[in-house]
């Protein structure tokens, strides 16, 4: 069982930057993807952006040329550095990760751009 320990989020004030960090602790994978996820009350989780093992991203319109993934397939350990936040990116930002036909979600972290 992976257990994902996520991290970073909290209160920024618009226009401001945030970096989140997720990383698997227990049975460890090369995971084929990674990727991060949000949600806000009523509406269904998205996905902000996504990164595979070979280094291949996607990422939400909405978040293109503020947001960047990467990961360190050493620690196994997926970022998603947010700039230039704006208050709709309020949301709980879950770490997604990957592995043939297994998947774990993390316990989710709350970002908050007030404006």
């Known amino acids: 069982q992976v257990q994902l320990v996520e991290s970073g989020g909290g209160l920024v004030q618009a226009g401001g930057s945030l970096r989140l960090s997720c990383a698997p602790s227990?049975?460890?994978?090369?995971?084929?993807?990674m990727g991060w996820y949000r949600q806000t009350p009523g509406k269904q989780r998205e996905l902000v952006a996504g990164?595979?093992?070979?280094?291949?991203?996607n990422y939400a319109d909405s978040v293109k040329g503020r947001f960047t993934i990467s990961r360190d397939n050493a620690k196994n350990t997926v970022y998603l550095q947010m700039n230039s936040l704006k208050p709709e990116d309020t949301a709980v930002y879950y770490c997604?990760?990957?592995?043939?036909?297994?998947?774990?979600w993390g316990q989710g972290t709350q970002v908050t751009v007030s404006s």
């Open positions: 990164i595979t093992s070979g280094g291949n991203t």
């Open positions: 997604n990760v990957r592995y043939s036909t297994y998947s774990s």
């Open positions: 227990g049975i460890i994978f090369s995971f084929n993807f």
